[in-house]
């Protein structure tokens, strides 16, 4: 009978509940970052005008992968599967877009 | 409390041992939802393989086709873009705060978050509605009757050329490798609005069980991973926009 009337409570010790304030931040964090890739998109940086949307980008999903999404407050199971699943993306991705972005090298 | 002490403590007791929501196959309640947790991720980790492959085929293109993705962007409207990455960013913080009623057991906050969530979902999926008729009406659509025609003659399309002045009329076999483009962006953009769909699905069912207090009694597993689910897909968006609207003004 114990276990069942410490049941929630056991449950909240082990499951961190985020505070509305930080999911606030969060959102205000960013819808500044989409203001700031719109207003950079308007700017000619030549290259680095892809450099800083995709930047702007990997740190929105980073933001909301860790918080809106409790990463970092999950378990270390958790945080390994996230870690290693985007690593092994961004090889396969960057190893595809090496070959084909360096096929035409040489060639004139 | 493990299976042997209860069928030492006989049957009637066991199920005195834990919540009713509690599967008798997990030790606790935190055992059972980080499993679960657990299995979402590896489920989203293979949707980020599925849409990753979108995204290197469009960046590869991109690369291969330049002129012609740039010309063929110009006709997506920046302001529609923001819009939607506005919706889409409140719904995910809708969604956020409705994990945390459910959490908390505030069952009308839970309901409110979810029904914004839900409205938030069909706005964006209104504004899509609204780029993909104006790509109808302008024969964009690759495959049927497609048209290169404001890029053969950017002059024709007054509306695109009066915004990028500096555009110049692309040569034939580079304008028909905008179809190309607009392949990537149906394929990339439907795909997303799928899972949108079937999210904004999952969402009025939810709002009906939550309205029966389904996932206000301590038990918040589906409401969290169905949040897991709707981040991600903001997640998507998030690299979409850009990529598909921003880096090509120049």
């Known amino acids: 009978m114990s276990e069942l009337q410490d049941g929630p409570e056991q449950h909240e010790r082990h499951h961190h509940i985020v505070s509305p304030k930080i999911y606030l931040i969060i959102l205000l964090s960013l819808l500044v970052g989409t203001a700031l890739t719109v207003w950079a998109s308007f700017i000619d940086l030549g290259p680095f005008n892809p450099i800083i ?56 | 409390m493990s299976d042997s002490t209860a069928i030492a403590h006989g049957a009637a007791e066991a199920h005195h041992e834990h919540p009713p929501y509690q599967r008798h196959h997990f030790e606790t309640y935190a055992q059972q939802n980080d499993a679960t947790n657990f299995a979402m991720w590896l489920f989203l980790l293979t949707e980020i393989m599925f849409f990753g492959g979108l995204f290197t085929a469009y960046l590869i293109f991109r690369n291969w086709y330049y002129p012609a993705f740039v010309a063929a962007s110009h006709q997506l409207d920046i302001f529609w873009g923001s819009l939607n990455t506005l919706l889409l960013i409140t719904s995910s913080f809708t969604m956020a705060m409705g994990v945390w009623c459910a959490e908390l057991r505030k069952k009308s906050g839970l309901v409110l978050c979810l029904i914004l969530t839900f409205i938030l979902g069909l706005g964006f999926l209104g504004v899509k509605t609204i780029e993909y008729r104006e790509k109808w009406e302008k024969h964009h659509i690759p495959g049927l009757h497609y048209s290169v025609q404001s890029f053969v003659n950017p002059a024709s399309d007054p509306e695109v050329h009066d915004k990028y002045p500096k555009d110049q009329p692309l040569a034939m076999d580079m304008a028909r490798h905008t179809e190309l483009y607009f392949f990537l962006y149906f394929a990339m953009t439907g795909m997303h609005a799928l899972h949108m769909i079937i999210g904004i699905a999952i969402l009025a069912f939810m709002i009906a069980r939550a309205q029966a207090g389904a996932y206000t009694t301590g038990h918040v597993t589906f409401v969290e991973n169905f949040g897991l689910y709707w981040h991600f897909v903001d997640i998507v968006w998030i690299f979409l926009f850009p990529l598909l609207y921003l880096i090509s003004r120049h």
């Open chain 1, 53 to 108: 949307a995709l930047a702007i980008a990997c740190t929105k999903a980073v933001l909301v992968v860790l918080f809106f999404m409790h990463v970092k407050y999950s378990s270390k199971l958790t945080k390994l599967t996230v870690g290693a699943g985007f690593f092994t993306f961004l090889v396969l991705i960057g190893m595809t877009l090496a070959d084909y972005f360096t096929r035409a090298w040489g060639r004139w």
